[in-house]
Each structure stands twice: as structure tokens, then as C-alpha cells.
């Protein structure tokens, strides 16, 4: 979207904020878009020998480049993800398509180098775009990312890098390697903004990870902005303001104000606990995809993992990750969350998430296909090295396992002897794990919700999965739009499906947590522990905002609530009587709710 208001000179853009906050800043163009290269046909023999020459050198030094950001990255103590990123990166320098592809059409069609890589390039891309899977299509921006570092080499031009920039800047670019976002240093760039990218993306991941503001997708940043122009980011609505006037200034100056003293006051409640006025500890933890957001999560006073969607250990590669390579990321996250527990859930593969390499189930509708525990028990060798990988990094702290998308009693039974063979496997091999792990599922089918009292029989603890329980119940796919309006929290079903949840847990004793994003909203979070709800796990952001909420009310008056909603016949009504109730200062929010 794009407007142009003449009187205000104000260029006002919407994109896609992926990560919070105000910043108001001077742009810095960093010259990361396409390469401008020449092309030379009708080469000679010995020219296309000198050609594939420069390309392999050319190669050989983004290798070096890309070695020595990783050597940095380890001395700054960078987390192991960025790590891998790189080490991703590194991988395709060395993939064998990408260089005798282009050594192939440099020799057959007698161009230049640069010209034969960009055609390799267009035609990897090409076959990227024709993926289903939104997250494999994304990945070709890594490949893009590559071939422009190689490119840059062989053209001679300089890679300007993020760590050369010295003044306090606001980073506007075509496209932002993971590379740059890692590189970032907080007191010298206050946020960024980017023509291409979604909110799946690494770039994105890592900008929620450093808590710097950031809007992507923008389409024509780079072309609406002048080096040293002023800008103003709104990363929460993905609201980018190119050349403010003084007044519009003034007006995000206070807006950056009050989120700030917002962000400071709640941080008054970082280390008070997480208890009702009436006593009622409620524990708040935190939902990460990346080892590298555990210290953010800490830093937000998270009590504990609640959800580590596991996924992203699959993603960004053809073979399925080792068990070594699972004992190494669980193990970090047990030490770093000790003494507290962290819950690893299993592979939570299909739906709208990945699909993995090799995937040989075509779906017509995965979000009810072959996806997660499904996936899991069909492929028993995937599974037990995830399992295996749990329970060894479980002799290192407090680790918890939980099952997905579970629909039924025979799936945890299942799931469940899988577990005892890796057990039984690891204390012949005389490794050691944690016996007494403890079990839980996940519930976001309406078929587990129903049974959730025979449920419980069965395992340790559940976590209600809101954002699938409500796409199942209401039968509403959570990413299409179209439908998205009848996308709600508030729906009387859905508040009966957790209420029969909740007490089906209560009644048996067993803990009941909740790790979809209904967790993280003030005025839900009421009802969920108002229903009795003892665990929510949400991202860093919302965690003090919650614990606020936490200890505004007291349990009783949240039992009464939850009573009287139950009655209610629409979303609407629920929503109204809700924001009754809110504490006042919940009603002034604009930023969070
Ligand atoms: C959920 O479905 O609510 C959940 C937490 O899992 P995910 O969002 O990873 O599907
Ligand atoms: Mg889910």
C-alpha cells in the first residue's frame, strides 16, 4: 500500500512489521539489491578457461568472507543459530548444481562468469517459486543472498558490511542477509526496513530475536528513501514513515515515549512473581523456535519453555538432523533454562509449517493430513532419533516431551512405546537420560478436547494449542485470510471446548497449560485462568504483560467472570463483558492488545 499526501510531504508505507517497536531515525542505504553485471558471448577457448578461473576464485573468496563473519560471530559469542545460518550459507558456496551449473554454461553458451551465474541463479529460483511450501519458497532469498556476495566479488565491487557503519542509522535495503542481521549492533542501528521478505524468514526471526524494529516487504523502500533522509518505523503495525513533517514527528516521538515508559513500567513486574491478588501462582513461560531467543525469554522473566517448536531444527536442509545434533540444541536449552523446566515438543512437521525434503505424501488438505505425530509414528526412525535426542539432553536439566496434534488415546499409546524403546535403547548403550521424563500432549483437536478427561489417564501434563483448536473447531484455515474474520478467540464454542479441558485436568490432577497466542492477549488470558489454568506460554513481548494482568486480578473474581461468559451467545457479548472487566489500565493500551 502506498500514499502520497502532497501537503504533508509525508510518505506513509505498509508493510509487514516482524518486529515491535517505534524507532524515528536516519536512513542509511545499504547497497544490497541486484548486481548490475555486463555479458560477453562468443568467447574463446582460452577465455572461457579464464572465465571459470575467476568464477572459482570469485568463489573462493565469499568462502573466505562468509568464514571470517563466522569467526566474528564466535569471538562476539553469537549465538549457535547464527552459527548455522552461516554454516547454511557456506553449504550452498560448496553445492555442486550451483557451481558446474554455472561452469557449464560459461564453457557451453562462451559467456562471462557473471552472466552464467545469473542464469543458474534465475533458474534456481524458479524452481523455488514453484513450491507450495511458503517457508521453502523463502529460502530462496538465501540462495539470492549467495550468488549476490559472489557476484559482488566477481565485478570487484566492494561488500559493504553492516559493521562499517559507525553512525546511528535506521538500515534501509533491497533484501538483508542473515549475515547482516546477525552483524547488527543495537547502539548503532535502531531498525530496519526491506523492499522483499516475510515474517518467516531468518532475517525476520533474528530482528525479533535482537529486539530491533523491523518492517519488511515494503516493495520500494529502497527507491521512497534518500541516504540520510529522516524515517519513522512502527514495527508493531508495519506502519514506515519516509520524511515525516515536524508535527508527525512530534506525534511518534510521544508514541515512542509512551511505548517505552510502557515497556519500562512493565518491566517493574520482571522479577515480582507471577501470582493472583489472592495467591494463585500462575507459571509464565516462553514459546522459542531458536536456541538464540532464550536469553530475550529470560530477560522477559520467562519461568520456563513451554513450547520449542522443534521444527526449525528440520528446516534448511535435505537430511533429517542427527541425533547428536538434537542432544547438542536440547542440551543447551536445559542448562540455559535450569533450574527452571522446558518442554520440548516433537516434530510438528506439515500444515502450514514445512514440509520436509523428500516428503513423498502429496496433499490435497495437510492441515488434516499426514502432519505431526501422524508424520511422526508413519516415520518411527525420525521419530526415535528426536526421541533419543530429548531424552539424552534430559540428564542435563529439566526437559519435559510433548506430542502434537494429537487426536486420539492410540496415537499417545504409540507415541508412547516409541519412547520406551529409545529409553530401553540408551540404558543398554549406558547413556544417560532422565527416567522419569515427563509426558504431555498437546491439545488442538476438538476429537482430544472431548476425551481430555481419558486423556489425562494418560500422560503427565497437557498444553491447550489454541491456534489449531481454534482453526479445527471453528473450521477456519489460520492463514486464509478470507475466512479470517470468523477467526475467534471468543467464540462460546471455543470457551466451552477449554472449559471441558481445564476441568477434565483439574479433576485429575495433571497440569494444564496453554501455548497458543491466546496465552500472550491480556483480556484472554483472564478467561484462561479464570478456567483454572495453571501454565501459558507465550513470545517475550507479551510475557510481562501478561504477568501484570496476572497480578491485577485474583482468582476468584476471574472464576466469576468465566461463570458468567459462559452464558453469552456470541463473540461479540463475550468481548464486551470482557472488556468490562479488564483492569482499566488494559483499556488505554493501543500498543499490545
Ligand atoms: C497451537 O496450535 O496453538 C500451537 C501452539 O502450535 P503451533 O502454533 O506451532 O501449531
Ligand atoms: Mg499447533
Known amino acids: 500500500m502506498e500514499e502520497f499526501d502532497a501537503q504533508k510531504r509525508v510518505l506513509l508505507l505498509k508493510g509487514i512489521g516482524v518486529s515491535p517497536g517505534i524507532v524515528i531515525g536516519t ?148 533484501d538483508l542477509t542473515p549475515a547482516d542481521t546477525a552483524l547488527m549492533n543495537k547502539s548503532v ?19 525479533r530475536a535482537l529486539e530491533i524494529p523491523a518492517v519488511v516487504g515494503l516493495e520500494s523502500i529502497t527507491r521512497s528513501v534518500e541516504a540520510g533522509g529522516t524515517v519513522i518505523i512502527d514495527g508493531t503495525t508495519g506502519t514506515v ?73 528440520y528446516l534448511n536442509r535435505k537430511d533429517s538432523p542427527t541425533e547428536e545434533e538434537h542432544v547438542k540444541a536440547y542440551r543447551q536449552v536445559a542448562k540455559k533454562m535450569a533450574p527452571y523446566p522446558a518442554i520440548i515438543r516433537t516434530l510438528d512437521v506439515g500444515g502450514d509449517k514445512l514440509i520436509l525434503d523428500g516428503n513423498e505424501y502429496d496433499e490435497i488438505n495437510p492441515a488434516m493430513g499426514l502432519r505431526a505425530i501422524r508424520y511422526c509414528l508413519k516415520n518411527p526412525g525420525i521419530f526415535k532419533t528426536q526421541l533419543r535426542g530429548i531424552l539424552r539432553a534430559s540428564a542435563s536439566g529439566k526437559l519435559k516431551v510433548m506430542f502434537p496434534m494429537i487426536s486420539g488415546i492410540d496415537e499417545i499409546r504409540h507415541a508412547k512405546v516409541i519412547l520406551e524403546e529409545a529409553k530401553a535403547e540408551l540404558k543398554a548403550e549406558g547413556k544417560a537420560f532422565d527416567p522419569d521424563i515427563k509426558v504431555g500432549v498437546m491439545i488442538e483437536i476438538p476429537s482430544a478436547a472431548i476425551i481430555a478427561d481419558l486423556i489425562v489417564k494418560e500422560v503427565d501434563f497437557i498444553s491447550i494449542g489454541t491456534n489449531d483448536l481454534l482453526q479445527y473447531s471453528l473450521a477456519i484455515d489460520r492463514v486464509n485470510e478470507h475466512v479470517a474474520y470468523l ?97 482499566d489500565i488494559y483499556k488505554k493500551e493501543e500498543f499490545w492488545n
Open 241 to 313: 514513515i519516509v520524511n515525516p513533517s515536524e508535527s508527525v514527528v512530534e506525534v511518534y516521538k510521544k508514541r515512542q515515549e509512551k511505548y517505552l515508559s510502557y515497556g519500562r513500567e512493565l518491566f517493574h513486574y520482571r522479577d515480582l512473581p507471577s501470582e493472583t491478588k489472592d495467591g494463585r501462582r500462575i507459571r509464565l513461560m516462553g514459546n522459542m523456535e531458536m536456541v538464540d531467543e532464550i536469553d530475550t525469554l529470560l530477560h522477559h522473566g520467562a519461568e520456563g519453555i513451554g513450547l520449542y517448536r522443534t521444527e526449525f531444527l
Open 487 to 583: 477467526y475467534e478467540p471468543f467464540h462460546p464454542a471455543v470457551l466451552r471446548i477449554i472449559k471441558t479441558v481445564a476441568d477434565a485436568a483439574a479433576n485429575a490432577g495433571v497440569s494444564a497449560g496453554v501455548c497458543g497466542e491466546m496465552a500472550g492477549e491480556a483480556p484472554y488470558a483472564l478467561i484462561l485462568l479464570g478456567f483454572g489454568i495453571e501454565h501459558l506460554s507465550m513470545n517475550a513481548v507479551s510475557l510481562l504483560k501478561v504477568k501484570r494482568l496476572v497480578r491485577s486480578v485474583s482468582y476468584a473474581e476471574t472464576k466469576k467472570i468465566c461463570k458468567n461468559i459462559l452464558n453469552l451467545p456470541t463473540a461479540r457479548d463475550v468481548e464486551q463483558y470482557i472488556s468490562s472487566k479488564l483492569p
Open 189 to 207: 542501528i535502531s531498525g530496519f526496513l526491506t523492499d522483499v521478505g516475510g515474517s518467516t524468514s531468518h532475517t525476520a526471526i533474528m530482528a
Open 27 to 174: 536512513a542509511y542505504l545499504l547497497d544490497r539489491g541486484i548486481v548490475e553485471t555486463a555479458h560477453f558471448c562468443h568467447l574463446t577457448a582460452s577465455e572461457t578457461d579464464n572465465e571459470v578461473e575467476r568464477f572459482k576464485g570469485a568463489l573462493k573468496e565469499s568462502r573466505d568472507q562468509l568464514a571470517r563473519i563466522k569467526k566474528k560471530l564466535e569471538t562476539d559469542g553469537k549465538g549457535k543459530e547464527h552459527i548455522r545460518i552461516i554454516d547454511a550459507h557456506l553449504m550452498i558456496l560448496r553445492d555442486n548444481m550451483l557451481i558446474n551449473d554455472t561452469v557449464k554454461v560459461i564453457r557451453d553458451e562462451r559467456v562471462n562468469a557473471e552472466w552464467a551465474l545469473k542464469k543458474v541463479l534465475k533458474d534456481l529460483i524458479e524452481f523455488f517459486d514453484r513450491m507450495d511450501d511458503e517457508y521453502l519458497r523463502q529460502r530462496s532469498s538465501d540462495i539470492e543472498h549467495i550468488v549476490n556476495r559472489v557476484l559482488l566479488n566477481l565485478t570487484g565491487k566492494k561488500h559493504e558490511s553492516i559493521t562499517d557503519i559507525k553512525t546511528p542509522s535506521i538500515i534501509v535495503a533491497h
